[in-house]
């Protein structure tokens, strides 16, 4: 059976060291031997994922739906709002680190787009 060398596999003499089958990890996902559990999961992603979108898009559209009902005067100002609130999470979260830096992120760009709006 011939197989390329990983790094591994190698010692420190050069050498490359004979691994038998057992020692290789076959893929530990389960939904593999299973195509129908793999493609209904693919559709629960997309659907939850939607989802997620379609919320965000309402928030905007109900925001700009209520001040034009109110004041009689288009305002596009939520969607800039909403597009700095967006850059802002985004920097927030690549410059902090760790899982303080998604959650952390997420109160700190609504707060810079509050203070933005003054």
């Known amino acids: 059976m011939l197989r390329s060398a990983r790094n591994d596999d190698v010692t ?3 050498h490359c060291e004979e691994r038998s089958d057992e020692a290789i990890q ?3 996902d389960a939904n593999l031997s299973n195509p129908a559990a793999t493609l209904l999961s693919f559709y629960f992603v997309q659907f939850v994922t939607g989802l997620a979108s379609a919320c965000s898009l309402f928030l ?3 925001g700009l739906s ?3 009902g109110v004041t009689r005067i ?3 100002a939520h969607g800039a709002f909403y597009m700095l609130g967006a850059y802002v999470g985004y920097t927030l979260v690549d410059r902090l680190s760790g899982t303080i830096g998604f959650w952390g992120a997420i ?3 609504a707060i810079v787009v509050a203070e933005s709006a003054h």
Do not use: Y
């Open 26 to 28: 076959k893929p530990r």
């Open 60 to 62: 905007v559209a109900s």
């Open 12 to 14: 420190p003499f050069g």
């Open 107 to 109: 109160p700190l760009a």
């Open 74 to 76: 288009v305002n596009f």
């Open 66 to 68: 209520i001040i034009f």
